[in-house]
């Protein structure tokens, strides 16, 4: 039903920025709380960030002042910014949208590395 698609993703070094990108289709996009989620090699995926309707936005400890959620209704888009960036914010990170149940992106990796 509902189609979400990452981009954005690549190799950067600790203290560059990145602006991910989710695209959704097959649903109504301003009616979902959109979240992002990481998962680095050998661990769970973790909570990043999150933004309601009414752009209401949540961040875990280990981003916030360093990451910014947005979305564009319009667009269909939800964005997660991400400024000075450490070797430990590498990993997968996937987009998520609620609805009456929950849809996943397939993800986009983040590398930080010099």
């Known amino acids: 039903q509902v189609q979400l698609v990452e981009s954005g993703g690549g190799l950067v070094q600790p203290g560059g920025s990145l602006r991910l990108s989710c695209t959704a289709s097959?649903?109504?996009?301003?009616?979902?709380?959109m979240v992002w989620y990481r998962q680095a090699p050998g661990n769970q995926r973790d909570f990043v960030a999150q933004?309601?309707?009414?752009?209401?936005?949540v961040y875990t400890n280990a981003v916030k002042g360093r990451f910014t959620i947005s979305r564009d209704n319009a667009k269909n888009t939800v964005y997660l910014q991400m400024n000075s960036l450490k070797p430990e914010d590498t990993a997968v990170y996937y987009c998520?949208?609620?609805?009456?149940?929950?849809?996943w992106g397939k993800g986009t990796l983040v590398t930080v590395s010099s």
């Open positions: 998520s949208a609620f609805s009456r149940i929950q849809f």
């Open positions: 097959g649903g109504t996009f301003s009616v979902y709380t």
């Open positions: 933004i309601t309707t009414s752009e209401t936005t």
